[in-house]
């Protein structure tokens, strides 16, 4: 299984991005597919889950501004993110967990400026 994450970049303060995670491969029994991120010196955090049937959940910290959502046609999974700020710096992952085994995607960077 892979996951190729694509879509980070530099934005200003206040921008907005839409990350892509497109997995391929063969997987039995897929719980869910997340989004985390990793800023220099802290741990990798959660931010967004959905399951095969849709069902999303988006941590607290950034409800509102982020949202997960799939595109079927394109076998692919997005987050959006709005009204980025400085502190939402960091390399994002897709992440993939199935019955009996995890898969993380390369990480893209994404970088906010003031």
């Known amino acids: 299984v892979q996951l190729q994450a694509s879509g980070g970049g530099s934005v200003q303060l206040g921008g907005s991005l839409k990350l892509s995670c497109a997995p391929s491969?063969?997987?039995?029994?897929?719980?869910?597919i997340g989004w985390y991120r990793q800023a220099p010196g802290k741990q990798r955090e959660l931010l967004a889950t959905i399951t095969l049937g849709g069902q999303t959940n988006v941590v607290e910290s950034v409800k509102g501004r982020f949202a997960i959502f799939r595109d079927d046609f394109k076998n692919m999974i997005h987050l959006q993110m709005n009204g980025l700020r400085v502190e939402d710096t960091a390399v994002y992952y897709c992440?993939?967990?199935?019955?009996?085994?995890?898969?993380w995607g390369q990480g893209t960077q994404v970088t906010v400026s003031s």
């Open positions: 992440n993939l967990k199935s019955a009996d085994n995890e898969y």
């Open positions: 491969g063969n997987v039995l029994s897929v719980n869910y």
